[in-house]
């Protein structure tokens, strides 16, 4: 067997136990549920996690991480999975179901809508697959300390890039060329609706990685989604990249953050249950549970990402739904808000998970030099 798989796997098996937070008591079967952490993992913890095991007999391990699905990968291939459902970005997903590292989803499982509607046609168009279901919509935006900007605020992906007018870092997320290379497409004035069409040529992509370099001096790099609000807050950037939810839980505990909505880039979240899962049905359970109205409407209560269902949204908008503790309104804080969907460009997902590998190859050498 390949030495790095069986290395990866005993990593893998040491994070799943020392680093998961365990919910409900011993004895009882165990679900591990990998994520990203921070404000997101815990908005899936009280809306999802909690009244599920309150409602079933079993506990659940919480892990996280960033991302990486050649850690799942290594489960898969050595025939050690300790992961049993995992949460993915869409082209993260895509990719793992193109690689067979997830288990087969039949979408007529998925609970309806309250009105009866089938879950096919209650999620975002197109987005339940047989190897994934959506749960969240998300933003990666600019964001920026308020208090640390004097003259004029940042309002676009040029400005991002501005290092004098705007003087000071900027975070960046270094895990993935993913919204970095957009981004510095937008500064440089492509219009949002050529940009994969540009990022198809070696010479687009080129103009992005030059256009990176223009400002690589400058970058602080952030993995996990928790570090761009403590790089504003600890003053180490001007401005950074972020997921936006992460700000926002941040802005409502009284930092001084702002979003700039101009050219965010929207994305989805999704639930995949991992290849070889010994705790299979389980996993599904708690996928069908996590996904239903009124699991995706709670979740909205404790950040702002909006659910990928529209009885959801109706839902919502029904009970006019306040933060769980600050009592802010959540719908005009969404990405999917319309003064926000104004202003969003969609992720190409099945571009990136055609173009990953070569990017990501080229990302590294990048980041290297």
Partial sequence: MNRTIIIAAVVIALAAIGGAILFTGGGKPTLTVVSWGGAYTKSQIEAYHKPFTQSRDVSIASVDYNGDIALIKAQVGSGNVTWDIVDFEVADAIRACDEGLLETIDPASLPPAPDGTQAVDDFLKGTVTPCYVPTIVFSHVIAYDTSRLAGRAPQTAADFFDLVTFPGKRGLRKTSPKVNLELALLADGVPSDQLYAVLSTPEGIDRAFAKLDSIKGSVVWWEAGAQPPQLLADGEVAMTTAYNGRIFDAMVAGKPFKIVWRDHLLDLDVWG??????????????????????????????????????????????????????GIPMLEHMPTAPQNMANAVPLDHRWWADHQDELFERWSAWLAN
Wanted: glycine share 2%; no cysteine.
């Fill in 273 to 326: 249950i991992v290849k070889g899962t010994p705790n299979k049905d389980l996993a599904l359970d708690f996928l069908q549970f996590s996904t239903d109205t009124e699991r995706l409407t709670e979740q909205a209560r404790y950040i702002s990402y909006a659910p990928a269902r529209q009885s959801s949204l109706t839902r919502m908008a029904e009970l006019d739904l306040k933060h769980i503790a600050y």
